[in-house]
């Protein structure tokens, strides 16, 4: 089932049919699925969920149930959505046309006329022109889905604003509608200005979900759920953390201190002494530091951080409470959810991983969220030390038109950046923190291509394109679109599965002539 746009009227027609869900790999989607399959739940709609990490997976599963899918679409609607095959073709067509392809390059012309005839020849020159006329059709098509990462409005909230319309969002919903928006905040999908306009949408949604006078709200359960907003620190996981783990392996603080260098262990230093707190305070849990401490801590922070140039230490976000006892930022929700999906232990597959990540989102499900804050904290202390190799070693070289770095076989805990969220997020985080630590400003302007190895054994690895650290970045990323002119003036064995398509596969034997082309191409 497919539409570009879940209104009202669409999804009383899919109340009375069996609906399959395709769902992307990604914290936004699957906010946007729990949403939707609460609303199934309620309405007692039948669905099938297919999680799908890319465009292989999404054709495969297409093909399965091809017979049972239907456009939903009324006649008076014109939602400018591709025919399938406009997108794709058989396997067969291919191998016949790559076969044509061989046969035409290892025969003369006059051999061939002899043994095949005039009709097969025919035939056969009207077969290439009619692929050509299809890829050349493919690609106008796929220019606008392509040209750009996505950005825009989350998918989250595109889903809970179906439910108020309806009048069935319920406070679950919202929260997954916050975790959504946050999850584009924390990867760059979206502007600063854009976060802080959908903040403020949410925001009278949690006003009116959580209103409470005190009576009514001391007379509450220790399993209720409230959700909360309020300017909070810009600290990865403190709350679940030690305050000097946070500050040590958050990207904002990291990056800003220059912590890959001794002088930035000095800072660091300074700024702990500036706010006056205890080393022994600062090291030890969050959750077992003084009371009197942690009462005026976000006000101690920012006004050290102020003086240390780091004017943006508060954000708005929204926090969640379970109880008495369990309270989590959305950024936390995020940075567990993202760790739950592209775990890299060996004995879970990809959809375990995903029905983990999915049942992690539930409040019922405490024990794996908690699991995911976890992994969480391992990705982060792996992305920050992986960063200050990276820096120190000067891994991260000019190319002319764009920035490259490579991470080689054996390094520590590379297996945690073959996947696609990891990489980039990776990538977009050591983008940060070179442009604080070079001197060159021509550099400071230039975007990141990143690679990390995937499988040794095909000899493939991960390649990522990161648009420029700059602040009026609108966050688009033209790489999807030069990768593919890069792989095809080239014949790089390249593999766009992913649907980030700034996330491409590549033969590692193929990287240096597809380096040269990229460069070629870009200048």
């Not at 570009?4 to 109340?15: A, G, N, P, W």
Request: proline share 2%; glycine share 4%; with cysteine.
């Amino acid at each position: 089932m497919f539409v570009s746009d879940f209104r009202k009227e669409f999804y009383e027609v899919v109340q009375n049919q069996r609906v399959l869900l395709f769902v992307a790999s990604d914290v936004d989607a699957l906010c946007a699925c729990k949403i939707l399959q609460a609303l199934f739940q309620c309405d007692h709609v039948q669905y099938t969920l297919i999680p799908v990490s890319g465009w292989q997976e999404l054709e495969t599963a297409f093909l399965e149930h091809k017979e049972q899918i239907k456009l939903l679409i009324k006649q008076d609607d014109d939602l400018e959505v591709p025919a399938y095959d406009d997108i794709f073709r058989d396997d067969e067509e291919d191998e016949e046309h790559s076969e044509n392809e061989k046969d035409d390059g290892s025969e003369p012309s006059e051999k061939r006329t002899r043994l095949e005839g005039l009709e097969e020849i025919v035939a056969r020159t009207m077969k290439r022109r009619e692929r050509r006329e299809w890829e050349a059709r493919r690609r106008d098509i796929l220019f606008d889905y392509e040209q750009y990462e996505y950005h825009g409005t989350s998918s989250a909230m595109v889903m809970f604003d179906l439910a108020w319309m309806m009048s069935k969002d319920l406070n679950d919903m919202l929260w997954w509608a916050i975790v959504g928006l946050t999850d584009q905040w924390v990867q760059d999908k979206i502007t600063q200005m854009k976060y802080v306009t959908d903040v403020g949408v949410l925001q009278r949604h949690v006003s009116r979900h959580n209103h409470r006078d005190e009576d009514e709200e001391n007379a509450l359960s220790v399993d209720c759920m409230r959700i909360s907003f309020e300017y909070d620190l810009r600290l990865a996981l403190y709350q679940h953390w030690s305050l000097h783990d946070s500050l040590c392996n958050t990207c904002y603080t990291a990056a800003r201190f220059k912590l890959w260098s001794v002088h930035g262990q000095k800072r660091l230093q300074e700024f702990l002494a500036d706010m006056g707190l205890p080393l022994k305070q600062v090291k030890q849990k969050f959750q077992s530091m003084d009371i009197s401490l942690k009462e005026n801590l976000r006000e101690m922070i920012e006004e050290s951080a102020n003086k240390f140039g780091m004017k943006d230490m508060r954000v708005q976000t929204f926090s969640i409470h379970f109880g008495f006892k369990h309270k989590f930022l959305a950024s936390d929700v995020v940075f567990a959810t993202m760790s739950l999906m592209e775990s890299p232990e060996k004995d879970s597959s990809g959809t375990d991983n995903f029905i983990q990540a999915l049942d992690s989102l539930s409040r019922g499900n405490l024990d794996k969220l908690y699991r995911g804050l976890e992994l969480a904290k391992k990705q982060l202390l792996a992305t920050q030390q992986t960063i200050a190799s990276c820096l120190c070693t000067n891994l991260v070289i000019s190319q002319g038109p764009f920035l490259y770095c490579s991470l080689m076989e054996g390094t520590p805990d590379v297996v945690l950046f073959s996947k696609p969220a990891s990489l980039s997020l990776l990538s977009r985080h050591l983008l940060k923190s070179f442009v604080y630590s070079t001197k060159n400003r021509r550099c400071k302007l230039l975007p990141l291509v990143m690679a990390a190895p995937l499988n040794v054994e095909q000899g493939t690895v991960t390649v990522v394109g990161i648009p420029p650290e700059t602040d009026s970045s609108d966050r688009k990323n033209f790489f999807g679109r030069a990768f593919e002119k890069a792989a095809e003036g080239t014949n790089s064995r390249t593999l766009h599965n992913y649907f980030d398509f700034s996330v491409i596969e590549l033969k590692a034997e193929d990287r240096s002539k597809f380096l040269d082309a990229l460069v070629s191409l870009l200048s």
